[in-house]
């Protein structure tokens, strides 16, 4: 989008991206107001006129961590690296639930939106952006959860604990970059939104949130840390729970995979951006 002085009077003029790298941030930021407005309106939408509202918030991860803590806890006996098994697999679902949320809300936020995108002008990375961000929600009511776990189980809190923030962003960050490339996929493909439920079942059991990746032969690490999701739930387990570091290298090659399929996200998001209009 740019100015021009034409009679007098100023014209916008809106343009397409010329290059695979054209992103201005500066124009997401000056409409930060109706990111801010839509991700109000999904966490009003979430919670109106339901029956658990807020509580099915905190109900889902508990359940959830009563179930493999049974399953995988008791009768598989899988390690817990010596910190009782429900507060361990509660930490893995923290990162799980802020990921699979985004997952399932923003692979439809641009069709959804479609009325709204083929009206006005604002930047389109703003809708998976929004859909993303109303998961943080869940994620404050679950770790308050987590803080009475622990204090139930008389597990110390630790100095790592500081490092929430920069963690709960690279989560963030994995959720956007597959976010961007399954909202702008279901543009084109509508059938993409009937894959996700299978895909996040199968993808959090390739996941240590009911198990730890020291499991994982050595042998095995690198490739398992293709897996973007494997370096922050281990992240998050350092952080919360003073486990040790996860292996630097599968670590390593997890973070490095979410800036690639953010990369890659946000080229095709905004190739496919000049068609959503026209598709939708």
Known sequence: MRREEKNGAQEIIIEPPQGLFDFDLREVIRYHELLFFLVWRDIRVRYRQTVLGAIWALLQ????????SVI???FAKLPSQGVPYPIFTFSGLLPWQLFSTALSRSSGSVVSEGRLISKIY???LIIPLSSVGAGLIDFGLSFLIYLGLMAFYSVPLTWK?????????IALLTALSVGLWLSALNVQYRDVRYMIPFMATAWMYI?????SAT???ERWRVLYGLNPMVGVVEGFRWMLLDTPFPDPRMFAISIAMVVILLAGGLVYFKRMENYFADVI
């Not at 991860?61 to 493999?68: D, E, I, K, Q, S």
């Not at 604990?161 to 962003?169: D, G, K």
């Not at 996941?207 to 198990?211: F, L, N, S």
Request: glycine letters at 4%; aromatic letters at 20%; charged letters at 5%.
């Open 72 to 74: 995988f806890g008791r």
């Open 61 to 68: 991860p508990l359940l959830t961590m009563v179930v493999f």
């Open 161 to 169: 604990m500081a490092l929430l923030p920069l963690f709960v962003f």
């Open 215 to 217: 499991i994982v032969p």
């Open 207 to 211: 996941t240590p949130v009911a198990y």
């Open 122 to 124: 604002f930047p389109r």
